[in-house]
Nanobody, 131 residues
Framework: EVRLVESGGGLVQAGGSLRLSCVASGYNFEDYAIGWFRQAPGTERTGVACISPSDGGTFYSNSVKGRATISTDNAKNTVYLQMDGLKPEDTAKYYC????????????????????????WGQGTQVTVSS
């Protein structure tokens, strides 16, 4: 069973930085890509970035491109999302999901948040950016 645990969220002032972590377990880490999604109250979940742990390929949404860096530590089964230059509009609960890269890439490019084929979301971590 795929299990994902997010951490690293918090309250930060505009212009600040945070590094979110997603620890995966229950499967071979390189079998699935990992995507980061976010959902603000009253809005749909949307993809912001994804990475393939097997080849390092990355994709970003236009909303975070240039301000976010997604990376992996395969030895720790962990994917990070470093976010710099945070803006109030980045305020949301951030989730990670494991899925096929092509599915996550589609969600990130088109701003979608479909349920992953693995069926698993983490519990999320809250990011709040004050102006």
């Amino acid at each position: 069973e795929v299990r994902l645990v997010e951490s690293g969220g918090g309250l930060v002032q505009a212009g600040g930085s945070l590094r979110l972590s997603c620890v995966a377990s229950g499967y071979n880490f390189e079998d699935y890509a990992i995507g980061w999604f976010r959902q603000a109250p009253g809005t749909e979940r949307t993809g912001v970035a994804c990475i393939s742990p097997s080849d390092g390929g990355t994709f970003y949404s236009n909303s975070v491109k240039g301000r976010a860096t997604i990376s992996t530590d395969n030895a720790k089964n962990t994917v990070y999302l470093q976010m710099d230059g945070l803006k109030p509009e980045d305020t949301a609960k951030y989730y990670c999901a494991a899925d096929r890269l092509e599915s996550l890439r589609f969600d990130v490019i088109h701003g979608l948040g479909r349920s992953p084929h693995t069926g698993s979301w983490g519990q999320g971590t809250q990011v709040t950016v004050s102006s």
